[in-house]
């Protein structure tokens, strides 16, 4: 902006000089028309002062010797050398002033005064309000100055709010694992004294786990992250290697079209070719006990119903919506025929 406003000025000056300049050479060449008329005027009428000095001459001749004649010749020379030289001026005048009188500007001067004045107040408003916006400036970086201290004052009050919140928690936990301390105590346990000994106690309600229920929570665990991929190569690539970690069989539904007209009929199930081909996936969890999860892009409700889906797993499933996201509550336990041992749970989006 400012540089804007400096061009502005500067443009206006060049104008202003460019004024004086034509004004200036205008002036100058009036100047030497008149004084060329001056000297063209006085300088004319010297030829009707020497006259004809032949007549003179001739007239006088019998009162003068020969030595009056010679200087009389001589004079005659030189006088008309000096009508030729005075001729030869005249005419280089002449010349002179029409050039000038051609220079001669066509603007009238007084539109060139009021150029020079426009420019001269033009470049006058330029400055004052190149002063005014740099009031402006100063004034604006005062109120940044301000409003820097005032941040650094509030963020100083939040940080003493966030440190006796944080405090105040402290304190609580204190109270909570004294409370803890006490109960602990009164039952005759050792109290808890570190972070170490509240993982162990975790690790040792794990380790009490069956043997399958730590399968399943895996197994789930690790479908959900694939769920989670959204490269689509680097989803192919974890199934995969899913299939491969959990000697993974794969299966569908037999009797898939003579369940749309028949719903009540149960479905029947056999193995697929190929892994990646199946929608039901079945891992050994157990003797005679099968973890089953889905394979499928996208869970819609011929999935649901005529699929059998809905029989295996738990969902907020709507009919009329189709589901790109899949990912596992709990899986679902059947036994090698099919037949429910527990029912699992799906997570639609």
Not at 142 to 148: A, D, G, M, Q, S
Not at 182 to 193: F, H, V
Not at 206 to 212: A, I, Q, Y
């Amino acid at each position: 902006m400012m540089k804007g406003k400096f061009f502005h000025i500067l443009s206006s000056l060049l104008v202003a000089v460019f004024a004086v300049c034509i004004l200036t050479m205008g002036s100058a060449a009036a100047d030497e028309v008149e004084k060329v008329e001056r000297e063209t005027k006085y300088t004319i009428p010297v030829e009707d002062k020497i006259g004809n000095p032949h007549s003179a001459a001739h007239d006088d001749s019998s009162a003068i010797d020969e030595n009056s004649k010679n200087e009389r010749v001589s004079k005659e020379k030189s006088d008309t050398n000096e009508i030729v030289n005075i001729d030869s001026r005249i005419n280089t005048l002449e010349q002179q002033i029409k050039r000038n009188k051609s220079f001669n500007p066509i603007v009238p001067e007084f539109v060139l005064y009021g150029a020079v004045v426009v420019s001269f107040l033009g470049a006058c408003a330029s400055l004052v309000l190149v002063r005014a916006l740099s009031n402006e400036n100063d004034k604006m970086k005062e109120e940044i100055k301000r409003l820097k201290k005032s941040k650094g004052a509030s963020s100083t009050r939040n940080d003493d709010n966030m440190l006796n919140e944080v405090m105040s928690q402290i304190s609580e936990l204190k109270m909570k694992s004294e409370e803890i301390e006490r109960k602990l105590e009164n039952a005759n346990r050792a109290p808890i004294t570190s972070a170490h000994d509240e993982i162990k106690i975790v690790e040792n309600n794990v380790s009490k786990m069956p043997e399958w229920q730590r399968k399943c929570n895996e197994i789930a665990r690790d479908f959900n992250d694939i769920a989670s991929e959204t490269n689509g190569f680097e989803k192919k690539d974890k199934k995969s290697r899913f299939a491969k970690k959990y000697n993974v069989r794969a299966f569908r539904c037999v009797n898939f079209e003579k369940r749309v007209n028949n719903p009540a009929l149960p479905p029947k199930f056999e193995t697929t070719e190929k892994v990646a081909e199946g929608p039901y996936w079945r891992v050994s969890i157990d003797a005679n006990q099968y973890a089953l999860i889905p394979n499928l892009k996208e869970y819609e409700n011929h999935n649901h119903a005529e699929g059998a889906m809905g029989s295996f797993f738990d969902s907020c499933f709507d009919g009329s919506r189709t589901y790109s996201h899949i990912e596992i509550g709990k899986v679902a336990i059947v036994d090698d025929g099919f037949n429910i041992i527990k029912r699992g749970s799906l997570i639609l989006k």
